[in-house]
Nanobody, 127 residues
């Protein structure tokens, strides 16, 4: 499975961005896809995830109410809609995928749960 993330950029505080992650290769109709981010000098942190079948979503408390994760009907593209962006959202955003369908927030939020990772896309929010 190959993951290609896109949609990052430089925006001002309060703006919106939508990140996309396209999965190709031996994809499946079940599994988990997620977004993580890593700011300079900080550990990578969980942002959001979606699981199939069912389309259940998980969103980190730090972005809840501002970020939304969704997918297309083919389940090979995941989107991260980011609204009301803040300077502290500045980071490299990575998409990740795993063939397993995780069912707890603890499991989807651990980066060790994912076997496949994209290259990352930079999001910079200026104040």
């Amino acid at each position: 499975v190959q993951l290609q993330a896109s949609g990052g950029g430089l925006v001002q505080a309060g703006d919106s961005l939508r990140l996309s992650c396209v999965a190709s290769g031996r994809t499946s109709s079940s599994g988990t896809m997620g977004w993580f981010r890593q700011a300079p000098g900080k550990d990578r942190e969980f942002v959001a995830a979606i699981t199939w079948p069912g389309g259940r979503t998980y969103v980190a408390d730090s972005v809840k109410g501002r970020f939304t994760i969704s997918s297309n009907s083919a389940k090979n593209t995941v989107f991260l809609q980011m609204n009301s962006l803040k300077p502290e959202d500045t980071a490299v955003y990575y998409c990740a995928a795993d063939r397993r369908t995780y069912i707890t927030s603890d499991s989807v939020s651990r980066d060790g749960s994912y076997d496949y990772w994209g290259q990352g896309t930079q999001v910079t929010v200026s104040s």
